[in-house]
C-alpha cells in the first residue's frame, strides 16, 4: 500500500495555528511520525491565501525534507503554485493533483514529462465532482490519454476517483469500486488513491467509516491511500486487508509489523 500521509495540512486546526506561529517543532514531529508509522509520500497542504501559499509550502518543505527522507506530496488546488515551489524539493515526489478541470493536466504534464514525479488525478471537469461511475470512467480515460501523449507512463498516476460523501450518495462506494475496476482494468499499471475522510462527511464515528471505505476500497484494487498513518485502528485494518487480500504472502508484513510493535501491543519478552 502506498501511504500518503495526510497530517500536515493547514485545514487541520493546530496545524493552521502552527503555521501561523512557524512553529517549526509541531511541523517535523508530524513529519517524524508519519515517516516512522510508513508513509510512502508525507502531504503538505497550506490551506492559506493564496498569495502567501507558495511561502508557506517552501517553509514545510524545508522543515519536512530536513526531518525526513520520505518525498513529498505537494497539496494544491493550484497547479501554478505546485510548479512553481518544485524546484525546492530535494527529490522527486508526488504532485496533488491535476484534473481535467480548467487545464491543469496541460499545466502539470509537460513539466513532470521526463522527470520522476508522480501525479495524482482527479476525476473531475470543468462540471465539477461527478457521481455517476461512468462519468468519473469517462474523465478518468480523458486524463489518462493526455498523459499518455505527454509521454507519463500509467504507474507515474494516481486516479483520484473523488468518492462521494456516504451521507448524500447512497450508492457512493459501490460506485467507487465499479470505477475503480474499469480504470484498473482500462490502464494497466495505473495507481488508485483516495482520501479516505471523504466517505464520511456529515456522519458521526467517521474513523470506524473510514477505515471499513479502506478496507473495501482495497478490495476493489485501491493501492494507495491519503490518510493518518499515525492512527493504529487504521494501520491494523491495513495491513490486516493485505494480508486477507493475498497482497502480503505468508503474512510476512503483518507479522513484521506486530513484532515491531507497528500493529498491536509489542508481544511479552
Ligand atoms: N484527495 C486528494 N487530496 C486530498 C484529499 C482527497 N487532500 C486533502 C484531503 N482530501 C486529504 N487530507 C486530509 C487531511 C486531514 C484530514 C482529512 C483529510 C483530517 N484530519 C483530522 C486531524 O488530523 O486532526 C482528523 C483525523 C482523523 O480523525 O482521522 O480530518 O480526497 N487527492
Request: glycine share 6%; hydrophobic share 40%; aromatic share 6%.
Amino acid at each position: 500500500m502506498i501511504i500518503i500521509g495526510e497530517k500536515i495540512n493547514g485545514s487541520i486546526p493546530s496545524v493552521a495555528k502552527a503555521i501561523e506561529a512557524r512553529d517549526e517543532a509541531f511541523i517535523r514531529d508530524l513529519a517524524v511520525r508519519q515517516a516512522q508509522y510508513g508513509a510512502t509520500y508525507i502531504d503538505i497542504c497550506a490551506s492559506t491565501s493564496p498569495n502567501v501559499e507558495r511561502d508557506t509550502l517552501k517553509w514545510l518543505m524545508d522543515i519536512v525534507q530536513d526531518a525526513v527522507d520520505t518525498p513529498l506530496s505537494i497539496d494544491s488546488s493550484d497547479p501554478n503554485t505546485i510548479v512553481d515551489v518544485l524546484p525546492h524539493a530535494k527529490k522527486p515526489g508526488l504532485i496533488n493533483s491535476a484534473s481535467d478541470e480548467g487545464g491543469k493536466c496541460e499545466i502539470v504534464f509537460p513539466i513532470i514529462a521526463g522527470t520522476e514525479w508522480n501525479c495524482i488525478t482527479l476525476t473531475c471537469d470543468n462540471n465539477g465532482i461527478p457521481t455517476a461511475p461512468d462519468v468519473k470512467f469517462k474523465i478518468a480515460r480523458t486524463i489518462a490519454e493526455k498523459a499518455q501523449k505527454h509521454g507519463i507512463a500509467f504507474d507515474r498516476i494516481f486516479m483520484d476517483p473523488l468518492v462521494n460523501s456516504i451521507a448524500t450518495v447512497p450508492h457512493a462506494v459501490t460506485s467507487f469500486v465499479e470505477v475503480t475496476r474499469n480504470i484498473l482494468d482500462a490502464f494497466p499499471g495505473i495507481h488508485i488513491t483516495s482520501g479516505l475522510s471523504n466517505i464520511s462527511f456529515g456522519m458521526p464515528i467517521r474513523k470506524s467509516i473510514n477505515q471499513t471505505f479502506l478496507v473495501l476500497a482495497m478490495g476493489a484494487g485501491m493501492d494507495s491511500a491519503i490518510m493518518d498513518p499515525t492512527s493504529l485502528d487504521i494501520r491494523t485494518a491495513l495491513y490486516a486487508a493485505e494480508m486477507l487480500l493475498g497482497i502480503d504472502e505468508y503474512c510476512v508484513e503483518f507479522l513484521d509489523a506486530y513484532r515491531e510493535g507497528i500493529i498491536g501491543p509489542p508481544p511479552k519478552q
